[in-house]
């Protein structure tokens, strides 16, 4: 089992940077792949990025590519979403999720573990 805790989320204005961070702890991190997603008011959950078990490749939905970053360090238990040229469009609660098997899914319903959400807000 895999508990996950993000943060680094806050206010910032358009054309700006954040870095969130998730924090996992439990066994065999390195054995889940993992990913964010984000959740705007009355909006569904989407897909924003994903990992590999060992961080060597990773995927991006459309909307963020090119400006967000997601990497991990397993020997410290933390994946991280580096987010670049923010947009008013980029707001939202992010998420943490663990799962086992395969990577790069895209459906949230796929992901065993989840983090509690950090509220990114962009002023424009």
């Known amino acids: 089992q895999v508990q996950l805790v993000e943060s680094g989320g806050g206010l910032v204005q358009a054309g700006g940077s954040l870095r969130l961070s998730c924090a996992a702890s439990?066994?065999?991190?390195?054995?889940?792949?993992m990913a964010w997603f984000r959740q705007a008011p009355g909006k569904v959950r989407e897909f924003v990025a994903a990992?590999?078990?060992?961080?060597?490749?990773?995927y991006y939905a459309d909307s963020v590519k090119d400006r967000f970053t997601i990497s991990r360090d397993n020997a410290k238990n933390m994946v991280y979403l580096q987010m670049s040229s923010l947009k008013p469009e980029d707001a939202a609660a992010y998420y943490c999720a663990a799962k086992s098997g395969t990577w790069g899914d895209r459906n949230p319903r796929l992901y065993n573990y989840w983090g509690q959400g950090t509220q990114v807000t962009v002023s424009s």
């Open positions: 439990g066994r065999a991190f390195s054995r889940y792949a």
């Open positions: 990992i590999t078990w060992s961080g060597g490749s990773s």
